[in-house]
C-alpha cells in the first residue's frame, strides 16, 4: 500500500510545474553565481560565497518539497488555521526579538542563519484564506464572511507593516486576485484598484484635475449601468457652469474666499443632495454605488498626504516620488534604480554572456544577487535570457491557476489562486522596479534572488499547491 | 451551472491580467534592450576609463647631430579625490616626497575636491627619482603618469626653438584636436613643426568598478593603443656658431642671422637679448616667463624675423642692383660728390671720399650723393610716365628681393617688414611728392623696414648672385625624403645675374683694397662687405653689416644689426667678422677683437628709461 501510493505520487504530480519550477531554480542559481563570483578567488567552492549557499538552500528546499509531497492533502486544511497562528506569533516575536536588517525589524538570527518569518506567513495566511473561503457556509459577498476574510488578510500586514517592512506587507493586498476569482462583487473590486491608483495620482495631479476626473469617472459608470447618457452629460456641463457662475459671483461679493476648486467641490456636493433625491423618486438604487465611491474617494484623497508623511518612512516616500518623476537624483535616490536600468539596457539582444557583464561584474548594481537579481539575468544573457525567464514565470503562474480550476474543492481552488497571485505580485514589483515601472520595495524574485528563506518558503507553498493537485487527480481517477 | 460559468469567466479576465503584467514587463524590457541605446554608452561611462598615454615629444639635432633639444623623461602627479581613504593622507610626508609646499598641495587638493571622481592634475614635473620615491610610499587616490619636458644640452637658442607650453582654453577653443593636459609647441620651432614634433598620444581603455579600482584592460586590449613618439628634426642651425652668436650678442640689443646661400640654409639665428630655454622649463616657467614679460627689452620678442629696422647702407646693394637692371645705371658711370648731394635746397650729406667715384667704389666706400644719382634716375626714368610710376616699378624690384613681404620661411610668426608704396606718399604728401621728397629711401632710410631674415637674404642673394632659396631652419625631418618643395626652388630676383659681378667688387673692395669695411679683412677667405648705419629716433644709429665669404662659392651669408651701435664698422662688423671666421676656420686667432667684441658697452636709453 505505502509503495503503491508512493509510487502513483510521482505519476500523480502534475509534472508540468516542476519543470518549469526547476527550470526557474537553476536560472536563479546561475545568475545568482554571476551576481556574486569574484575573479581570483582561491576556492571557487568555497561555502563563504553566495552561490554556494544557495545550492545549499536548493537542496534543502528540495527536501522540503519532497516533504511537503509526502504529506497528506487533509494535513494541509487540518493545519491552517494552526499554521497561521503559529505564523502571527512568529511575526509579533520578530517584532519583539527579531533583528533589524536594513531598517526592518523582521528577522530571526540563529548563528550565521538568518530567517525571515513573512515568507513562512504568506504560506500560512494563504493556507488560512483558503480554509476561511472553502467553508460550506461562506458567502463572499456577505458583509460578515467578507469582513473575516478581511481580517485574515489584515492581521499579518498590520505586524508586517509595523516591522517596517512595507514590501512584504503589501504582497498580502494581492489576495484581491483571489477574491475576484471567487467572486466578489466587482463594484468592490475596481473601488479598491481605483483607490489604489487615485493614491498614486494623487502626489503627481493638482487637486483640481483629480476631481475633474472623479467626477467625470462616477458620471460615466453611473451612465454605464443606467444608460440615459444624455442626462448624466447636461448634469456634468450644468455642474461645470455653476461651478464658474458661483466663482464669479464670489469674486465679486468677497474676492479670495473661494477659488474655482472650492466652488465646484461645493456645487458638486451640493449636487449630491438633489441627485440623491432624484434617485429615490425615480428608484435607481444604483445610482447610491457612484455616489458613496464619489464622497468615499474624496475622503480619502484628504488623508493621502497624511497617509504619505506618517506612515510611510522618509526612504520609501523618496522612493515613490522619484519613481514618479517628482525628484531626479541619479547619484542619490535614483542610483539604484538608474544603474540597474543601465545594466539592463546595455545588455542588448542577446546579452554580454555568462560572467561578461561588467556593470554586475564591478558592482555598479547594488543588491545584485537578491532583489536586483534580474538585472544580472539583463545584462549577462540580454533580452533572450529575460525573456526567458519571464516566460518561464508566466508558465507557472497560468499553470498555477489552471491546477486551482481542475480542482474539486475550494480549497484547494483558492490555495492555487493564493499562490498565483502572490507570484504574480512579487514578479511584477521585483522586476517591474529594476526596469523603472515600479518604486523601489525590497521583495525578491520568487525563487531567483538569493536567499534561503524566500526560496523554501516559495517551494513549499508551491509544492503545497502541487500535492493538493496530485490528491485531486487521485480522487478523480477513482470516481470516473 | 451559472455559478461555474461566472467562475470561468473571471479566471479568464484574471487570465488577461496575468498575461497583460507580463507584456508590460516584457515591452518595457525590450525597450530598455532593444531599443534605447543609451544604456549601453551609459554602462561604459560606468566602468570604462581612458587613460591617455603621452608621447615622448620630438628631439631637434643641429646640423651636425649635436642635441639642440632634448626630451627628458618626468611625471605629472594626479589625483582623484573620491579615493583618498577616508582618514586622508600624510601631506607633509608626500610634500616631503615630492619637495611641494603644503599650501599648494592643500590648494590643489581643494580644487580636486569638486570633482571627486574625476582625475585631476596636483602637480607637475615631477622627476623620476621623486617618482620612484612616490611609488614606494603608496598613497591612495594618487597616481603618476609619464610626460616628457625638454631640456636645452646647450642652453642656446631661445627664441629660435620656442618653447612648449600646457595647452590654455583659447587654445583649445581653435584646435580642437587637443585636449586639456596636451604640451603645444607655442613659438619658433616648436610651433613651426608641431604637428612632426608632438606624436601621437597612446590610449589605454580600462575597466573600473563601482570604486573606480582598475580591474583590467578592456577588450584585451582590442582598442588600446601605444604612443607614437614624436619624429626628431635635423635642423640648419650649428650650435657652436649659435653658441658664439648668442655670446657675441651679449649685451646688445640687435639679431644676426647667418645663412648658407647655396642652400637658404639658416646657420645662425641670434635675437638679442635671448635667454636660457632651460628656464621656460619646470616649476619655476611661471616666474621665469613673468620676468621676462617685465624685461623692458623684450628678450621674447624675436627680432631676428620680426623686427623692422631701416637698412641703412646696406641698402645701397639693391639700388645700385636695381639702377643696373633699369639701364639708368652703369658700372662705369662717375657721379661727383663733394661731402654729399645737393639738389635745390635738398642736401644729403657725406663723408669725405676722392670725387668722382664710379659703382665699384661708391659700393665699397658707402657714397651717399652716389645713390641719391641712381635713386633719383631710377625715379624719374623717362621710360615711365611720372614718379608714381617709377616708384612702383622700384617697389616691383624691392619685392623681387623679398622685402616688404613674408619670405615664406618655417617660422610662423615671420613679419614681412615694411616697403612703403606710391599711395603712402600720396596720402603723407597729398599727392605732391617727386624724387626728391623721397629721397632718404635711395641710402636705406626714410619708411624702409626690413627683417634681419631679409637682410641676411639680401647677402644671400647677393653672394649667389640673383637668386635665393627661402632661408629655413629645418634640414631633415624622420621619417620624411624631403622638407616642403618651397625650399627647394630657386627664387631669381627681377635683377639679371650678369648685374651682381659689379656689386660684388665693390664689396671685396670695400673689404680688401679701401672702403669701410676693412677691418672684416680675413687671409685667404675673400671676404665681401657692406656696412650700414642707419639714423634712428631712439639713440644712437644702429650699425649693420652685410657680408659673405668666400667671394666664389660663398659658404655663409650674414647680417647682423646691433641696435644703437653707431657706425655699422664699430659694432656689427667685427660681430659678423667673428662669426664668419669661426664657422670657415673652425677657430679665432684675433681674441683682441673677441675682447673688443665681448666688453663692448651700448647704452640703450629707449629701453632703460
Known amino acids: 500500500m505505502t509503495a503503491n501510493r508512493y509510487t502513483g505520487l510521482s505519476e500523480r504530480v502534475d509534472l508540468w510545474t516542476i519543470l518549469l519550477y526547476v527550470l526557474i531554480v537553476v536560472a536563479g542559481a546561475v545568475s545568482i553565481t554571476a551576481a556574486s563570483y569574484k575573479e581570483n578567488t582561491a576556492n571557487v567552492f568555497a561555502f563563504s560565497h553566495f552561490y554556494m549557499k544557495q545550492l545549499l538552500w536548493i537542496g534543502v528546499a528540495w527536501v522540503a518539497a519532497l516533504v511537503v509531497l509526502l504529506l497528506d492533502k487533509r494535513f494541509y486544511h487540518m493545519l491552517a488555521y494552526p499554521a497561521y497562528a503559529a505564523g502571527l506569533c512568529m511575526l509579533l516575536a520578530a517584532l519583539v526579538l527579531g533583528k533589524e536588517v536594513n531598517g526592518a525589524k523582521a528577522w530571526f538570527e540563529f548563528g550565521s542563519f538568518r530567517v525571515q518569518p513573512a515568507e513562512f506567513v504568506k504560506i500560512a495566511t494563504a493556507l488560512a484564506m483558503a480554509r476561511v473561503m472553502s467553508a460550506y457556509t461562506f458567502s463572499i459577498n456577505r458583509p460578515r464572511d467578507l469582513l473575516k476574510v478581511g481580517m485574515v488578510i489584515c492581521a499579518p500586514l498590520m505586524i508586517i507593516i509595523l516591522q517596517n517592512d512595507t514590501g512584504s506587507g503589501i504582497v498580502l493586498c494581492s489576495f484581491l486576485f483571489v477574491l475576484y476569482r471567487e467572486g466578489l462583487n466587482k463594484w468592490l473590486c475596481i473601488p479598491v484598484v481605483l483607490v489604489a491608483t487615485l493614491f498614486i495620482a494623487s502626489f503627481m495631479l493638482s487637486p483640481m484635475v483629480l476631481l475633474i476626473l472623479l467626477i467625470v469617472l462616477c458620471t460615466c459608470s453611473e451612465a454605464m449601468m443606467n444608460g440615459m447618457w444624455r442626462s448624466r452629460i447636461i448634469y456634468m456641463a450644468a455642474l461645470a457652469l455653476a461651478a464658474i457662475l458661483l466663482c464669479t459671483v464670489m469674486h465679486f461679493i468677497a474676492p479670495g474666499v473661494l477659488s474655482l476648486y472650492g466652488a465646484l467641490l461645493t456645487v458638486t456636493l451640493l449636487s449630491l443632495v438633489g441627485v440623491g433625491i432624484y434617485a429615490d423618486r425615480v428608484n435607481l438604487r444604483n445610482i447610491f454605488i457612484p455616489m458613496g465611491l464619489f464622497v468615499g474617494v474624496l475622503l480619502f484623497l484628504s488623508t493621502t498626504g497624511y497617509i504619505f508623511e506618517n506612515v510611510l518612512r522618509p526612504h520609501q516616500q523618496n522612493r515613490i516620488l522619484s519613481f514618479l518623476g517628482v525628484i531626479s537624483d541619479p547619484r542619490g535616490i535614483d542610483y539604484n534604480v538608474n544603474q540597474s536600468k543601465i545594466a539592463i539596457g546595455s545588455g542588448g539582444l542577446l546579452g554580454k554572456g555568462f560572467l561578461q557583464g561588467t556593470q554586475i561584474k564591478y558592482g555598479f548594481v547594488p543588491e545584485r544577487h537578491t532583489d536586483f537579481i534580474f538585472c544580472t539575468i539583463g545584462e549577462d544573457w540580454g533580452f533572450v535570457g529575460a525573456m526567458t525567464v519571464l516566460v518561464l514565470l508566466c508558465l507557472l503562474i497560468l499553470r498555477l491557476m489552471h491546477m486551482g480550476e481542475l480542482q474539486q474543492e475550494p480549497f484547494g481552488r483558492i490555495y492555487c489562486y493564493c499562490v498565483a497571485s502572490i507570484l504574480l505580485f512579487h514578479v511584477l514589483v521585483n522586476v517591474g522596479m529594476t526596469i523603472g515601472l515600479m518604486p523601489v520595495m525590497g521583495i525578491p524574485l520568487p525563487y531567483i534572488s538569493y536567499g534561503g528563506s524566500s526560496l523554501i518558503a516559495f517551494t513549499i507553498m508551491l509544492f503545497i499547491a502541487v500535492r493538493l493537485d496530485a490528491s485531486m487527480r487521485r480522487f478523480s481517477l477513482k470516481n470516473y | ?609
Not at chain 2, 627680432?303 to 645701397?316: D, E, H, L, N
Not at chain 2, 650700414?532 to 667671394?551: C, E, I, M, V, W
Open chain 2, 1 to 609: 451551472m451559472s455559478d461555474s460559468y461566472a467562475g470561468h469567466i473571471r479566471m479568464r479576465v484574471l487570465q488577461g491580467v496575468v498575461i497583460a503584467v507580463f507584456v508590460v514587463l516584457a515591452g518595457r524590457v525590450a525597450w530598455l534592450q532593444l531599443y534605447d541605446a543609451r544604456y549601453e554608452e551609459m554602462a561604459k561611462a560606468n566602468v570604462l576609463r581612458h587613460v591617455v598615454e603621452y608621447p615622448p615629444r620630438g628631439e631637434v639635432l643641429d646640423r651636425n647631430g649635436e642635441y639642440l633639444v632634448q626630451s627628458r623623461e618626468c611625471y605629472d602627479l594626479m589625483v582623484i579625490y573620491s579615493e583618498i581613504g577616508k582618514r586622508g593622507f600624510d601631506t607633509l610626508r608626500m610634500c616631503e616626497v615630492l619637495g611641494l609646499s603644503r599650501k599648494r598641495l592643500e590648494r590643489e587638493l581643494a580644487n580636486a575636491r569638486m570633482r571627486p571622481q574625476a582625475p585631476r592634475v596636483v602637480a607637475n614635473y615631477i622627476s623620476k627619482e621623486d617618482k620612484l620615491r612616490f611609488d614606494e610610499c603608496n598613497f591612495r587616490g594618487f597616481y603618476t603618469v609619464y610626460r616628457t619636458v625638454r631640456r636645452y644640452p646647450n642652453h642656446v637658442g631661445g627664441n629660435l626653438l620656442g618653447f612648449v607650453s600646457e595647452v590654455t582654453p583659447n587654445y583649445l577653443k581653435y584646435h580642437p584636436d587637443y585636449q586639456v593636459g596636451d604640451y603645444v609647441g607655442l613659438s619658433g620651432v616648436e610651433s613651426a613643426y608641431e604637428p612632426v614634433l608632438k606624436g601621437r598620444k597612446g590610449v589605454s581603455i580600462q575597466e573600473v568598478d563601482t570604486h573606480g579600482a582598475i580591474k583590467g584592460s578592456y577588450m584585451d586590449g582590442f582598442f588600446d593603443s601605444l604612443p607614437e613618439p614624436g619624429q626628431y628634426l635635423v635642423s640648419t642651425i650649428d650650435s657652436r656658431l649659435q653658441l658664439l652668436g648668442e655670446e657675441l650678442m651679449e649685451g646688445k640689443v640687435g639679431a644676426a642671422v647667418a645663412i648658407e646661400p647655396s642652400t637658404g640654409e639658416i646657420l645662425m639665428m641670434v635675437s638679442s637679448p635671448t635667454y636660457d630655454p632651460d628656464e621656460l622649463v619646470g616649476r619655476e616657467r611661471g616666474n621665469n616667463y613673468m620676468k621676462m614679460l617685465g624685461n623692458k627689452r623684450g628678450p621674447l620678442f624675436n627680432r631676428a624675423v620680426k623686427a623692422k629696422y631701416p637698412p641703412g647702407s646696406t641698402f645701397k646693394l639693391v639700388q645700385g642692383l636695381i639702377g643696373l637692371q633699369e639701364g639708368v645705371l652703369r658700372p662705369s658711370d662717375l657721379h661727383a660728390c663733394h661731402m654729399g648731394y645737393q639738389a635745390g635746397r635738398m642736401k644729403m650729406a657725406c663723408h669725405y671720399h676722392a670725387s668722382p667715384i664710379d659703382l665699384r667704389f661708391a659700393v665699397a666706400t658707402s657714397c651717399n650723393a652716389y645713390f641719391c644719382y641712381v635713386f633719383r634716375d631710377i625715379l624719374d626714368n623717362p621710360k615711365y610716365d611720372g614718379v608714381r610710376e617709377g616708384f612702383a616699378a622700384w617697389k616691383e624690384y624691392v619685392e623681387s628681393f623679398g622685402f616688404g613681404r613674408k619670405l615664406g620661411s618655417d617660422f610662423l610668426d615671420e613679419g614681412s617688414g615694411y616697403v612703403p608704396d606710391a599711395d603712402f606718399y600720396d596720402r603723407r604728401y597729398r599727392g605732391s611728392w617727386n624724387s626728391l621728397t623721397v629721397l632718404s629711401l635711395s641710402i636705406g632710410q626714410g619708411e624702409l623696414g626690413c627683417t634681419p631674415l631679409q637682410l641676411a637674404n639680401l647677402a644671400a642673394i647677393v653672394a649667389n648672385r640673383g637668386y635665393y632659396y627661402i632661408p629655413h631652419i629645418v634640414k631633415r625631418i624622420e621619417g620624411r625624403d624631403s622638407l616642403d618643395r618651397r625650399f627647394y626652388e630657386r627664387h631669381y630676383t627681377m635683377v639679371e645675374p650678369r648685374h651682381f659681378e659689379p656689386i660684388v667688387e665693390g664689396m671685396w673692395r670695400g673689404v680688401h683694397v679701401d672702403g669701410t669695411s676693412t677691418s672684416a679683412y680675413l687671409e685667404g677667405l675673400d671676404v665681401c662687405g657692406k656696412t650700414g648705419t642707419a639714423q634712428n629716433p631712439h639713440g644712437k644709429d644702429h650699425s649693420t653689416f652685410l657680408s659673405f665669404a668666400p667671394r666664389n662659392n660663398p659658404r655663409i651669408a650674414i647680417s647682423v644689426y646691433v641696435e644703437n651701435g653707431g657706425f655699422g664698422a664699430s659694432a656689427a662688423l667685427p660681430i659678423a667678422s667673428l662669426l664668419e671666421e669661426f664657422y670657415l676656420t673652425d677657430t679665432i686667432q684675433r681674441p683682441e677683437l673677441l675682447e673688443y667684441v665681448k666688453n663692448m658697452n651700448i647704452h640703450y636709453p629707449f629701453y632703460d628709461r
